[in-house]
Every structure is written in C-alpha cells, then in structure tokens.
C-alpha cells in the first residue's frame, strides 16, 4: 500500500484529537508512502446541519489554520512523507451553488479532494444517512422501504457526478456504497446492479477516480469495503483508478479494512487526478 488518500485530522469535530504528527508517525511507521489529509469541509452557510451535536463539517474559522498545518507537516516529514493537504466535500442536493462557490475560494490551496455523499434530501428535509441506525430507520419510514432509501443514496450519488461544480471540483468519488453502512440490521434482496453500473460508466466517462474505502469493514453492521468486492471488479474492468481510504478519523484506523480488500486490486497515487500542478 502506498498512500492513504482519505484521512481526517483533529479539526474533524466528529474525530478524536490525534495530532497531525500522530497520524504522519503512524504512517511512517505502516511504511506508507504518503497520505491525504481530507478534512470534512465546512457545510454549506444557509445548510442546517441535521446531525444532533452540528457536527459534520469542519468550522469555516479553521480553515486557514488546517492548511497552514499541513504545509508545515510536508517540510518537517519531506524527507520520509509525501503529505497531501485535502478536504472532503459534502454535495448536498440543492446546495450546489454555495458548494462551487467555496471551490472556488479554496481550490487553490486543495492539492487533493474527495466528492462525497452523507446527506439525503427526504420531504424537503435532509438526514445524514450514515449517522445513525435510528436515523437511517427514520429514512425508511419516510421512503417507505430500505430498498428506497438505497435508490435514493445512488441517485443523490449520480447527480454529485453529473453535477457542474467549477474547476476545482473534486475528481475523486467517496464511498458511493455508504448506504450499506448498517446493511447487517437492515438487509436488502436487491444489490442495485443497475445503480452502481451506471455510477460506474459515469465515473470511466468523466475520467474520475474511485475511493476505495476500509472504513465499512470495521463497522460491525456493515462488514465489507464501500465500495464491495463485486463492485471493484466492475472498475477493474473499466480501468477506473483506485485510490485506497482508510477514511480514519483516529491516527490507529490507519489502513483500516485493508486486508479485506479485494486482493487483486491496484492502486494509484491521487497524483494524476488532480490539475497538473506542481506537487511539493
């Protein structure tokens, strides 16, 4: 394994507090070559985050500081760490202006970025569907089936790939299986074959790159990566690129999941993914 491309840090106010030093020492120490750090980045300002404590995103106030830090990590470790400073970016249905909007203020000090989905538009309302077993049964109460709920994630999933979000939108899609996340308490027939193709054949067509994430192998109701086993197959076979994500939010969930990852699975560094800039 090479690089960790989905790390958070301890401006995630979901995480722990690990220091970045905790996580590049850790990293050295696994003998990975480099890592992202991929902070959730702050919602957009007229979303009311759902969550109970508001804590999906990052404050906007840290910003500054979190890439002043990480700069600082890729002076002190360039001699032992390739250190990536990155966001993961929430698209959220009906907030694609204020999300281009912060693209564009913050893009150019991204050299990395995920494009991820946590939040379903349900009535006109939003849940974050992978917060809670309580909150994702809610979802199937107002949907009416798991199967909807399910639909509904790869759907919002599609739409974040079709979407135009600027120049610095991020060409990496995160965990587009996370509606599995509590598949063990609420099991479905169908695998959604249909679904995850047509994410697929739209990640191969836009030349985007796939997020190969362990964090769903150490979630006890879950099991298996996000993508799974099947699905990965299916990039292979379309040459999508992988980049693996430990998705850690603490310096131990380094590597998380990766030894049930599909064994036959290469990966790449995020380097080809981005906008030809000069990497440091």
């Known amino acids: 394994m090479i690089h960790d491309g989905h790390i958070h840090s301890p401006y995630c106010p979901h995480g722990t ?37 508001k804590d999906s995103g990052m404050n906007p106030d840290d910003l500054q500081d979190y890439f002043k830090e990480i700069q600082a990590l890729k002076r002190h ?19 694609e202006k204020e999300t281009s909007d912060f693209l564009n203020e913050i893009g150019p000090l991204l050299d990395d970025s995920i494009l991820s989905v946590h939040f379903l538009k349900i009535n006109e309302k939003y849940l974050c569907i992978d917060y809670s077993p309580d909150v994702f ?4 109460k107002q949907l009416g089936s798991t199967e909807s709920v399910h639909k509904l994630y790869y759907q919002t999933v599609t739409k974040s790939i079709e979407m135009d979000l600027g120049p610095f939108k991020p060409k990496r899609i995160g965990h587009i299986t996370l509606a599995r996340k509590f598949i063990q308490k609420f099991p479905v027939a169908s695998d959604f ?43 292979i076979d379309l040459a999508i690129p992988l980049v693996y994500g430990s998705d850690a939010h ?31």
């Open 17 to 53: 507090k690990d220091s970045f030093e905790k996580y590049c020492e850790l990293a050295i120490q696994k003998k990975i070559k480099g890592i992202t750090f991929t902070e959730h980045a702050p919602l957009p300002p007229s979303f009311q985050d759902p969550t109970p404590l």
């Open 77 to 95: 470790y360039n001699k032992h760490l390739t250190i990536y400073a990155g966001l993961e970016i929430d698209y959220i249905e009906g907030y």
């Open 137 to 140: 049964s809610d979802a199937i």
């Open 193 to 235: 074959s249909e679904e995850t193709n047509l994410i697929l054949h739209q990640i191969k067509k836009k030349g985007y790159a796939l997020d190969y994430n362990g964090a769903g192998c150490t979630k006890p109701l879950c099991k298996e990566p996000y993508p799974n086993e099947l699905i990965i197959k299916k990039a």
């Open 250 to 280: 603490q310096a131990n969930g380094l590597m998380s999941g990766v030894n049930q990852l599909y064994p036959k699975a290469s990966f790449t560094r995020p380097l080809s993914l981005l906008r030809n800039r000069p990497w440091q």
